[in-house]
């Protein structure tokens, strides 16, 4: 089972922007659907974004719309999701997941590999 590693957390002021990577190690992502979700102290995990084996139509939840993007980079087996505008509702630790599903991405149940989560803080 290929593990996920993420990285490119930090701090970053208000409107500033972030990547995060997700790297897929110990084997490959193909073809699997990958995922972002958050948690931030004392709220519920929440659906960020999700990209397909082919990338051909991303998914994102409605509180990144159109500030958010998600792209991989299958050859290199890694995700990427880029953080733009970013607000202070966005402080959170970010994990990627893996699923063999090609929809209902919202669904963190549908996913069975999580990388550890990298830690995503937005100062005002």
């Known amino acids: 089972q290929v593990q996920l590693v993420e990285s490119g957390g930090g701090l970053v002021e208000t409107g500033g922007s972030l990547r995060l990577s997700c790297v897929g190690s110990?084997?490959?992502?193909?073809?699997?659907?990958v995922g972002w979700f958050r948690q931030a102290p004392g709220k519920e995990r929440e659906f960020v974004a999700a990209?397909?084996?082919?990338?051909?139509?991303?998914y994102f939840g409605s509180n990144v719309k159109g500030r958010f993007t998600i792209s991989r980079d299958n050859a290199k087996n890694t995700v990427w999701l880029q953080m733009n505008s970013l607000e202070r509702e966005d402080t959170a630790v970010y994990s990627c997941?893996?699923?063999?599903?090609?929809?209902?991405?919202?669904?963190?149940?549908?996913?069975?590999?999580w990388g550890q989560g990298t830690q995503v803080t937005v100062s005002s």
């Open positions: 110990g084997g490959t992502l193909r073809p699997l659907s």
């Open positions: 990209i397909t084996w082919f990338a051909d139509n991303p």
């Open positions: 997941a893996a699923t063999t599903y090609t929809s209902a991405f919202h669904d963190a149940s549908r996913y069975s590999s």
